[in-house]
């Protein structure tokens, strides 16, 4: 039995092999990274709104509250927000954590309501120092500044 006729020449290839078309794997693997990307914005954007929603529900029931209690849980919002974002600024007291609020605002808090904010923690319940208009306008600018800082 004579094979040999039934043989050809080997023929290489005329051109390059091209990288492209990428196998299957390798489009998986693209497509798991930029998932991997997409989901990390995404989470990212989940926590920033979370924590903006909550401070929001938090203060949303002191709207109506008119007194000093109302105050010194803004006050306490604050710097559970200071907590979570300015950790340098947890322990300003008096004057400077006014400064520091208002560094961070476009709208700077000043007057009688920045009076409100400093001294709510230590002012009796039955005060007469400060009118529910004051209470009422450390709502806004806690409501504002909130919705600046997160």
């Known amino acids: 039995m004579d094979n040999l006729p039934e ?28 998932i991997l990307v997409i989901g990390s914005y995404l989470i990212r954007w989940i926590r920033r709104t979370s924590a903006l929603l909550y401070a929001r529900h938090l203060l949303k029931p002191l709207k109506d509250e008119n007194n000093i209690m109302a105050a010194v849980k803004m006050s306490e919002i604050l710097r ?5 974002k300015y950790p340098e600024a947890v322990a300003l007291a008096d004057n400077q954590w006014i400064e520091f609020i208002n560094s961070k605002t476009k709208k700077p808090l000043t007057g009688k309501v920045a009076e409100l904010l400093k ?6 319940e039955d005060s007469q120092m ?12 806690c409501s504002h500044w909130i919705g ?3």
């Open 7 to 34: 043989l050809r020449d080997i023929h290489l290839p005329s051109e390059d092999i091209s990288i492209f078309p990428l196998a299957y794997g390798w489009w998986y693997i693209l497509a798991g990274m930029v």
């Open 80 to 84: 559970r927000i200071c907590i979570r």
């Open 119 to 124: 001294n709510a923690p230590f002012v009796p």
């Open 130 to 141: 400060y009118t529910p208009n004051d209470v009422a306008d450390l709502w806004q600018f």
């Open 148 to 150: 600046e800082n997160l």
